[in-house]
């Protein structure tokens, strides 16, 4: 089964240390997504891609932050001089480019603690 | 922002059991989906109702929309334990492609 995944599963840092996360989407889709959880939160949106174009940014993506996808497949999203307000489950969707139908799989998350 | 609101907050209920929760949003909707969530886990999709239907079936789940209450319900009938999970409903608008997810309804299923 080729799900969304994505590494690292679980990630521990002090704050203002850069943090790296990697999305590998369902490899035909050419959308995909960020979403960012808290506790007891649903998701929320922070940015999206189709193909390597990032088409949207939430406001909830202040300049610490920066996704890419270069080549329309992986994409990475960075957190740079991490606080602890960033601590939360970092969510990553894929959807086929399909009409009006938007279903989105998502991967497993990963959980950020920053200390 | 969160656009949809799930209710009740918590709900506990006994194996063999129906389930019932409630979603209601804001704006204008071009579908509805439900997704689960186990704990500390990614969402698994379930259902997704499109704006001009009014009622789906997928196994033991029942989606309801009324586009002019703004509201949706999820139905699971025969609770099993493996449904212990929290539920999120999510919208999408016209000409936009990201989800906006209510705060969930969580789902104890005791044996």
């Known amino acids: 089964d080729t799900g969304v995944s994505q590494n690292p599963r679980h990630k521990i840092t002090k704050r203002g240390q850069n943090v790296t996360f990697r999305c590998d989407p369902i490899?035909?889709?050419?959308?995909l997504y960020w979403y960012r959880q808290t506790l007891g939160q649903g998701p929320e949106f922070l940015t999206y891609?189709?193909?390597?174009?990032?088409?949207?940014k939430s406001r909830l993506l202040s300049d610490r932050f920066s996704a890419e996808r270069p080549k329309g497949s992986f994409s990475t999203l960075e957190i740079q001089r991490t606080e602890q307000g960033d601590s939360a489950m970092y969510l990553c969707?894929?959807?086929?480019?399909?009409?009006?139908?938007?279903?989105?799989?998502f991967g497993p998350g990963t959980r950020l603690t920053v200390l | 922002s969160q656009q949809g609101e799930e209710d009740p907050q918590a709900l506990s209920i006994q194996e063999g059991e129906n389930a019932t929760m409630n979603c209601s949003y804001k704006?204008?909707?071009?579908?509805l989906q439900w997704y689960r969530q186990n704990s500390g886990r990614g969402l698994v999709h379930l259902i997704l109702i499109r704006s001009n239907e009014r009622e789906k079936h997928s196994g033991r789940l029942r989606v309801t929309l009324d586009t002019s209450k703004k509201s949706s319900s999820l139905l699971i009938t025969a609770s099993r334990a493996a449904d212990t999970a929290s539920y999120f409903c999510?919208?999408?608008?016209?000409?936009?492609?990201?989800?906006?997810f209510g705060a969930g309804t969580t789902v104890t299923v005791r044996a």
């Open positions: 999510a919208t999408d608008v016209p000409g936009d492609y990201k989800l906006s």
């Open positions: 704006t204008s909707i071009n579908n």
């Open positions: 969707a894929s959807s086929p480019d399909r009409g009006v139908l938007h279903e989105q799989f």
């Open positions: 490899s035909e889709h050419n959308r």
């Open positions: 891609f189709q193909n390597e174009a990032q088409l949207e």
